[in-house]
């Protein structure tokens, strides 16, 4: 199949005056050379002055707060308290992994993570496909009818989907009271499957947009002439699907999961404002906002982000490392 | 010449960025961190109310000839963000926080960082004071803020569901008796069940009308706090709240339902009894004069004293309210407290009874003509709130209401048997730091 793939486009990054220069993108070879020319040289000290403020404001707003609240972690303190500060090692940490509340969020999360990536995976993938193939004369319509949801600031969307279930001001009971197991006494937010499935729903409404932009973007540089040599060999739709499209996007496919996959780790709108954590529906997130904001205990609090962080770095890993995703790759399907 | 009029320009442009930029970073240093407005502005931080804060504000204002200025800054709508966000600024020692309107559970945590009440001011803000008010105003034997209103719960009943249940509602009546007659005429009853405060003022209330209390020191330091869950009282308080879960007494959103919900409710066909402050009756009225709901409805709305535990012993219903005060950073203390003297006066409480439907803590504002006229409960208002008892007063109120909404809700799974010792534990796990929350 790749034997069919046209000569990748020019390195957009290179002027089309300049000179070939001896880059990494040029040299495909595993050993990248270590000499540039004058040029090359240049253009990387240029590179790093323009990003260079930014990169040390991120350093400013990223790295400091991790540290500071790492270093918290080691503490007793609670902000009301200033003198009671004590020096307690891991203790927090001790604390936090040895109770069943931490486990039992932490399967939360992971299970609302897991659900609402799949579920916006095979959505987002259908509108990225509907996106593609729309009418040159709708495509604009369409786009910007399927970016709603994601337009629209988390907090209120959290709120709308919220008084559509609530038992008193909602109207879902009364509109699919045909549906068996809803009926006007259905009070969603009282146990925990009911509870998640609105939390789940609202999130998958509101990001399947993000994902299937990613997706049509990945789906854009699928080349018109494979799958067309695909359906002139005979290959029928679901085949040129398996075989051609989704290889050949699979970079966006992966970097679509994974930042969805980040993002919906750390949820914490949609549940602050449906159940407030009750009835078995607490994220890390929000257990974390507990003991920081709510109980004041500066130190369990940055325990429990310190691990939260880790949960996310751990992801991040496992996604690059061993799912190989290219954050950086454009060209989808190399192997 | 083109050349150097493009540089010319170039040299224009960038000047007026310059100057653009200059003007946009003054203004911005200038908002931030300039010196407010006059020296004698004092910043309320208020709860959300009807606007009545905010004219009390503009009243005191007017009143001081120009001595002080009041300036009122909205806080968040509910009690514990209203907390989170008054705590967060006085650790951070924010010196704007002139007056305060402090939720009473929460004063003895942020007590440290209030400016003493000196004694004049405690002497003539103190007088015909309910006495639970006085309580919540106090740590450690002393006057920590000023109380300004008092809030308390009452029995709202349809007169025609106790008429038609037979229940006599000119003397106080128990939960047993409520229960039983929802039952019996096939409604809901109007309770707080929701995994929120209003759990904790819910159970706090039944245990103090059951001669208990739900800790026992609390002056204590966090790691000796001790619960008295597991006590007679504590069990009945259970049984009550098990019950009514149980048997569908609160109704299908009785998992959910806050005092808001519980007022919807109890307005519907399917209203009975409710347990509500007394925000329900301008609500009620407001609704029949915006035309949306029928004025028989409130034709057919009694009220009574809490109702009791046991028969004989009188109930304590809960107790809330707004006390006043003033952080120990502001930069004018004595103005500030003058300005509290002013917002608290008799004749402020009863306007802001009469315009905002928050009943005064002085006795002796129950007194203006005008309340008769709006709030024809104002009597057992005033009763309730002398024996009202307050919640914990502990400086680790948060914890203890916290591990109360996690255990005692929904309502339907508290057991008599188990739920007061296992909060009891877990509660006194919490606060020795010994799990999370």
């Known amino acids: 199949m790749t034997s069919a793939v046209p000569a990748p486009p020019a390195n957009p990054t290179s002027s089309p005056d300049s000179t070939p220069s001896v880059e990494t993108r040029s040299t495909p070879g595993k050993k990248a050379p270590k000499q540039y020319s004058e040029r ?54 001790g604390v936090i992994l040895t109770d069943s509340v931490w486990w039992r969020d932490l399967g939360t999360t992971l299970l609302i993570t897991v659900i609402t990536v799949a579920v916006e995976l095979v959505l987002g993938f259908a509108l990225a496909l509907v996106m593609n193939k729309a009418l040159k004369s709708v495509r604009g319509v369409l786009r910007t009818a399927i970016l709603v949801p994601y337009g629209i600031i988390t907090v209120v969307s959290a709120f709308a989907w919220f008084y559509a279930f609530d038992i008193n001001s909602g109207y879902v009971n009364s509109w699919f009271d045909w549906l068996p197991g809803i009926d006007e006494n259905l009070n969603w937010f009282a146990q925990t499957g009911t509870a998640l499935f609105v939390i789940m729903a609202s999130e998958i409404w509101k990001t399947t947009p993000f994902i299937s932009l990613l997706l049509l973007a990945g789906l854009a540089q699928v080349p018109d002439e494979l799958s067309e040599a695909a359906k002139v060999d005979g290959a029928t739709w679901w085949e040129q699907m398996r075989k051609v499209i989704i290889p050949n996007m699979k970079a966006a496919i992966m970097v679509a999961v994974l930042f969805r996959a980040l993002d919906a780790f750390r949820i914490f709108d949609n549940v602050f404002i449906m159940t407030n954590g009750a009835y078995g529906t607490e994220v890390l997130s929000l257990l974390a906002y507990r003991q920081s904001i709510s109980r004041l205990e500066i130190g369990l609090g940055s325990a429990v982000s310190v691990l939260l962080f880790l949960c996310v770095l751990i992801i991040s890993f496992v996604a690059i490392k061993l799912f190989k995703v290219d954050l950086a790759g454009t060209q989808g399907g190399k192997g | 010449m083109p050349t150097s009029r493009r540089t010319q320009n170039a040299v224009k442009n960038r000047r007026h960025a310059a100057v653009v930029a200059g003007v946009l970073a003054g203004t911005l240093l200038m908002s931030g961190c300039g010196p407010a407005a006059s020296d004698n502005t004092l910043t309320w931080y208020i709860n959300p109310d009807a606007g009545g804060q905010a004219a009390i504000a503009e009243r005191c204002t007017a009143e001081s ?111 047993d008796q409520i229960m039983d007659a929802a039952e019996s005429q096939d409604k809901d009853l109007g309770v707080q069940g929701a995994q929120a405060e209003s759990m904790t003022v819910w159970v706090n209330a039944l245990v103090e009308s059951a001669g208990g ?3 026992t020191n609390p002056e204590a ?95 304590a219903a809960p107790l809330g309210g707004i006390d006043l005060g003033v952080g120990a950073e502001s930069d004018n203390p004595e103005l500030a407290y003058e300005a509290v003297q002013c917002i608290v006066s008799v004749e402020n409480q009863a306007e802001y009874f009469v315009t905002n439907g928050n009943p005064p803590s002085n006795t002796e504002a129950y007194e203006d003509p005008r309340i008769a006229d ?64």
Do not use: C, K
């Not at chain 1, 002055?49 to 609240?69: D, E, H, K, S």
């Not at chain 2, 009440?117 to 008010?133: F, M, Q, Y």
């Open chain 1, 40 to 93: 090359a040289r240049a253009e990387r000290r240029l590179g790093w002055l323009l990003a260079g403020p930014a990169f040390v404001v991120m350093l400013l707003v990223t790295l400091y707060p991790i540290l500071q609240a790492t270093y918290e972690s080691l503490f007793q303190f609670r902000l009301t308290a200033p003198d009671e500060r004590q020096f307690v090692g891991l203790g927090n940490y």
């Open chain 2, 213 to 215: 209390s739900i800790v």
């Open chain 2, 374 to 437: 709006s709030f024809p409960m104002a009597p057992v208002i005033r009763d309730s709130l002398q024996d009202a008892a307050p919640r914990p007063q502990t400086p680790f109120y948060n914890e203890v209401s916290t591990g109360i909404q996690q255990l005692w809700a929904p309502p339907s799974e508290v057991d008599p048997e188990t739920t007061p010792e296992q909060s009891t534990d877990f509660i006194t796990a919490v606060l020795r730091g010994e799990r999370l929350l």
């Open chain 2, 65 to 175: 000839d120009g001595r002080y200025s009041i300036e009122t800054s909205l806080l968040p709508s509910d009690a514990a963000s209203q907390r989170e966000q008054l705590a967060r600024r006085l650790a951070a020692g924010d010196s704007s926080l002139d007056i305060m309107s402090l939720d009473p559970p929460f004063v003895p945590e942020l007590a440290g960082f209030l400016a003493p009440v000196p004694d004049d001011v405690a002497a003539a803000t103190t007088e015909n004071v309910v006495e639970g008010a006085l309580a919540g105003a106090t740590w450690r034997d002393e006057l920590v803020a000023v109380p300004f209103w008092a809030n308390t719960q009452i029995l709202w009943y349809r007169e025609s569901v106790a008429e038609a249940a037979g229940l006599d509602m000119s003397a106080p009546v128990t939960w």
């Open chain 2, 221 to 315: 330091p966090a790691d000796e706090i001790e619960l008295d869950l597991v006590s007679d009282a504590g069990r009945e308080a259970a049984r009550i709240i098990s019950t009514i879960g149980e048997e569908g007494l609160g109704g299908p959103g009785l998992a959910t339902q806050n005092e808001n919900a519980s007022l919807d409710l109890f307005q519907s066909d399917a209203g009975s009894f409710m347990v509500n402050y007394p925000f329900v009756w301008p609500a009620t009225v407001g609704a029949v004069d915006a035309g949306t709901l029928d004025e028989a409805v409130l034709d057919d709305i009694g009220w009574s004293i809490y109702p009791r535990v046991y028969d004989d012993e009188s109930a």
